[in-house]
């Protein structure tokens, strides 16, 4: 988002419409205005990485219907400005052909390259998004004590929590925590969060894993259900954050998820140092260490932190004219500037890999 909004950088004629007051939070966003003497408009919907990837990849049924039409972005009243209206999608969507994705990996990692179903993408690294295992909060003041020594998670740890009924004492390796098991709330099959993450351990793409969605009732979590397919789990980061940022009731399990910098930087209580990459604030303990590394941007940059992986722009290879000029552009104004906002340059990296989960090498 943030790269797309700095493309029409001195456009006074811009105009965006989005489904959030926060234009980074929005699943679907429209923009139009003047670059290069050239009325330009971006049309986004954001669904998941794998999901993204499939959508733009499949060559039986290319069709979006969750975008912001144009007529919607007469809501905005203010152009020219950093500001956006914030619209229902209720009649404000249309269906369109899907030309760009974005994902936080290959499309081979994805499944979806498969011809004659999937075309292949022209592929991009446009950054470095990396990600973190957090842990939650307990009402129970025996059950927060154990969490509280629980400062890292290894590769074997996240498989054994995946598969469900793992207990805390696999953390603590004391027996009083025994019977307190860790519930993971993740994502679902079209996040590309979770396909890093069950990359990355080990777990694998498509093992059916054991995850959880919450209830809060008054601030706190009072009941954790298993997903009953495995293919499922929330559909955004935001969940995410609510499950680590809300204590559970004092007679439930205790909650662990997956995410994203970004998301884990706006837990509640946590602050974010965007140049070293160091989390603090309150919450700053939540965050565990990966394979006995705590998380920063340089132990990434030099390959000590190894869950991370490309963020990838990915688009039709039909795609030419205007439109090719236009996602050229905008890929090129991330890599340059805008992918340290949520993750790292690739021109500061030291280290370099195939995709996720394979080997770390020199640079």
């Known amino acids: 988002m943030t790269g797309i909004r700095n493309y029409y950088a001195g456009a006074t004629d811009l105009k965006i419409v989005a489904t959030n007051a926060s234009l980074n939070s929005a699943n679907q966003a429209t923009f139009r205005g003047t670059v290069g003497g050239k009325s330009v408009m971006v049309q986004c919907s954001w669904s998941g990485a794998m999901e993204g990837v499939r959508v733009v990849a499949d060559t039986t ?37 899907a030309d760009v994705a974005m994902g936080d990996s290959f499309q081979v990692e994805t499944g979806y390259n498969r011809a004659p179903a999937y075309a292949k993408l022209v592929e991009t690294p446009v950054g470095v998004i990396p990600f973190v295992w957090v842990k939650g909060k307990s009402n129970d003041a025996v059950k927060q004590a154990a969490l509280n020594s629980v400062t890292n998670i290894s590769a074997l740890q996240a498989q054994a929590i995946l598969s469900g009924f793992a207990p805390l004492s696999l953390f603590t390796k004391s027996q009083a925590d025994a019977f307190t098991y860790v519930a993971v709330c993740g994502r679902d099959y079209g996040s590309g969060t979770r396909l890093d993450t069950f990359l990355e351990s080990g777990f694998g793409r498509d093992n059916p894993p054991l995850q959880y969605t919450y209830t809060v009732t008054s601030g706190v979590i009072t009941a954790l259900t298993e997903n009953a397919d495995p293919l499922g789990g929330y559909s955004s980061g935001s969940n995410l954050r609510t499950a680590v940022g809300t204590p559970t009731a004092a007679d439930l399990d205790v909650v662990f998820s997956y995410m994203g910098i970004s998301d884990a930087s706006a837990v509640s209580g946590m602050t974010f140092d965007n140049v070293t990459g160091t989390f603090g604030g309150t919450a700053a303990g939540q965050v565990l260490s990966y394979n006995g590394v705590p998380y920063s941007h340089d132990a990434v940059r030099n390959g000590a932190y190894p869950f991370w992986n490309y963020q990838v722009l990915m688009h039709r290879n039909t795609l030419s004219g205007d439109k090719l000029n236009a996602v050229n552009s905008i890929k090129n104004q991330i890599i340059n500037a805008d992918a340290a906002v949520g993750g790292i340059k690739l021109n500061t990296m030291n280290v370099t890999r195939a995709g996720m989960g394979k080997i770390i090498l020199p640079q």
Request: proline share 3%.
């Open 61 to 97: 049924n290319p069709l979006v219907s969750n975008f912001l039409t144009e007529a919607s972005l007469a809501a905005d009243t203010t152009a020219g400005d950093a500001g956006h209206a914030n619209i229902a999608t209720s009649g404000n969507v249309e269906s369109a052909v």
